[in-house]
Every structure is written in structure tokens, then in C-alpha cells.
């Protein structure tokens, strides 16, 4: 299905009991929202799981370049107000977590639960940023192949790499399949992103963190933080995990998500 509201014909799926207590997934980056397909058929009956993929990533348009997290935090707004989603509980993975911090600073009282998954509050350090360009430079001179073998080197456990080997080339696939335009825009819009610790304390709705304890991009300590600043938030390490903690061990995560859930009902 399309949503046009955002001003791009942006690719979203609406699954499960239209009655039922809204979740939506946002992908981190450079996926898309097929990732979370372990999770939305793990949901019971009673939630109506919503996925969709951030503008550039899988069937989504580019549009405009360039990207800001302001926008692709307005085109959550937009597909929320399509579907007239009623405090929906938002389930971000990385930078999926960036865009649900950042929605829930702009507009706190419309969500009913967070659930921030291997990502962090604070903005790139310089050294992350220069990681960026790099990344950038590998795209721009035609190394989007490279750029994939690299990412999955970074994005699973080491151990994964060698047994996850489904998950591997479904994550080497989307991300070759990406236009080479989205993926810089969108690299460029996390490096630029605003720091979020500051909301951190006010946040007053359930909360669950997770993370993977391999993660290698936004390590346990990037969780640990928020727990310690996310008054009454729980924070699960999923073992056997690196960074993609929902692909590399579903099981452990859906355990930590649907136990989370059972307090929403």
C-alpha cells in the first residue's frame, strides 16, 4: 500500500486487527521494512502491527534530496495520520530508534510506548561522522557492492556472519538494491541528526530498550544509558546478537517484546 500524504509515494504495509493496539516498525538504515517480518507475525491478535519503509529505502521513493531526520520524522506523521492511528507504541531499530526518539520530543503525548532497539540518544561523534564520508566516498565511486560486504561485517556478530547466512544475503540484497542517491542523503541526514539526551528524563511512557551484546555500532553502554535516564524502562540484552538483534536472535527478541506488550493490552 502508498501513502501520498508525505509528498512522496512512500510504501507501507497495515497488518493484523484494524481494532487491535497499533505497533509500528521503523527500520534502521540501509533496510527495509521486511526486516521486522519475524517480529509482525509474532504479534497476537490483538495488536495491528504497521511497517513501512523510510523514504529512499525498499519500495519507497527517493524524493528530494537533500535528507533530514526532520523529514523522515514528518513522513512517520504523515502515515500515522493516514491511517488515524490512535496512540500507536513505536518499535525503532537503530536509526528507526533515532526517528521514534525525535518524534516523541516533537509530539510526546500522542504515543502510548517506545521500544528502542540497538540504537542511542546522543548525535555522531566526529570519528562516526568521518565514517560517513568514508562511507559516502565507497558509494559515490560505484562500491555499493563493497559497501554491503563492509556493512555486514559491522552489523552482525562475527559468529552470525558464518551460520546467519539467510539473513546475511537478505541484508546485502536490500542494501544493493538501494538507490546509491538515498543512501548518501540518508548518511548525511544521521551525521547531521540532534542529540536526543536531553528529552531523555521527561520521557514518561513504558519504555523497553534492547540491544544486542555483540553490538558493535550502538553497544550495550548506548542501552545502559538510556535505561539509566528513561525513568521505569527495562532494558534486555539479547545474547548471540550484534547490531541487527531482531534478525540474529528472533526468538530471544520477540520473548523481551511480546512480554513487553503483554502491559499494553
Given at each position: 500500500m502508498w501513502n501520498k500524504t508525505s509528498g512522496l509515494n512512500q510504501f507501507y504495509n497495515d497488518r493484523g486487527n484494524e481494532d487491535g493496539i497499533p505497533v509500528i516498525f521503523i527500520h534502521g538504515?540501509?533496510?527495509?521494512?521486511?526486516?521486522?517480518?519475524?517480529?509482525?507475525?509474532?504479534?497476537?491478535?490483538?495488536?495491528?502491527?504497521?511497517?513501512?519503509?523510510?523514504?529512499?529505502?525498499?519500495q519507497s521513493e527517493v524524493g528530494d534530496i537533500p535528507y533530514?531526520?526532520?523529514?523522515?520524522?514528518?513522513?512517520?506523521?504523515?502515515?500515522?495520520?493516514?491511517?488515524?492511528?490512535?496512540?500507536?507504541?513505536?518499535?525503532?531499530?537503530?536509526?528507526?530508534?533515532?526517528?521514534?526518539?525525535?518524534?516523541?520530543?516533537?509530539?510526546?503525548?500522542?504515543?502510548?510506548?517506545?521500544?528502542?532497539?540497538?540504537?542511542?540518544?546522543?548525535?555522531?561523534?566526529?570519528?562516526?561522522k568521518i565514517n560517513r564520508a568514508h562511507a559516502i566516498k565507497t558509494i559515490w565511486n560505484g562500491g555499493i557492492k563493497k559497501y554491503a560486504e563492509d556493512s555486514v561485517k559491522n552489523l552482525f556478530w562475527s559468529?552470525?556472519?558464518?551460520?546467519?547466512?539467510?539473513?546475511?544475503?537478505?541484508?546485502?540484497?536490500?542494501?544493493?538494491?538501494?538507490?546509491?542517491?538515498?543512501?548518501?542523503?540518508?548518511?548525511?541526514?544521521?551525521?547531521?541528526?540532534?542529540?536526543?539526551?536531553?528529552?531523555?528524563?521527561?520521557?514518561?511512557?513504558?519504555?523497553?530498550?534492547?540491544?544486542?551484546?555483540?553490538?558493535?555500532?550502538?553497544?550495550?553502554?548506548?542501552a545502559e544509558f538510556l535505561h539509566e535516564n528513561i525513568n521505569g524502562s527495562e532494558l534486555v540484552i539479547i545474547k548471540k546478537a550484534g547490531h541487527l538483534s531482531n534478525l540474529e536472535n528472533p526468538e530471544e527478541f520477540n520473548k523481551a517484546l511480546l512480554h513487553f506488550l503483554e502491559n499494553m493490552q
Open positions: 538504515f540501509p533496510f527495509d521494512s521486511s526486516t521486522w517480518e519475524n517480529q509482525v507475525v509474532a504479534l497476537p491478535s490483538n495488536f495491528r502491527p504497521v511497517v513501512y519503509d523510510v523514504r529512499g529505502h525498499g533530514s531526520l526532520e523529514f523522515l520524522v514528518d513522513d512517520l506523521f504523515a502515515l500515522i495520520e493516514k491511517l488515524e492511528l490512535q496512540q500507536p507504541i513505536l518499535c525503532g531499530l537503530s536509526m528507526g530508534g533515532y526517528i521514534a526518539l525525535r518524534a516523541y520530543e516533537k509530539w510526546p503525548g500522542l504515543f502510548k510506548a517506545l521500544i528502542l532497539c540497538d540504537t542511542r540518544a546522543e548525535g555522531d561523534s566526529n570519528t562516526a559468529e552470525n556472519i558464518l551460520s546467519k547466512i539467510p539473513e546475511i544475503v537478505q541484508i546485502k540484497s536490500i542494501i544493493e538494491k538501494t538507490s546509491p542517491d538515498a543512501l548518501c542523503a540518508a548518511l548525511m541526514a544521521l551525521a547531521a541528526r540532534t542529540d536526543s539526551t536531553e528529552i531523555l528524563t521527561g520521557i514518561n511512557i513504558p519504555t523497553l530498550i534492547i540491544v544486542g551484546e555483540h553490538d558493535k555500532i550502538t553497544p550495550p553502554i548506548a
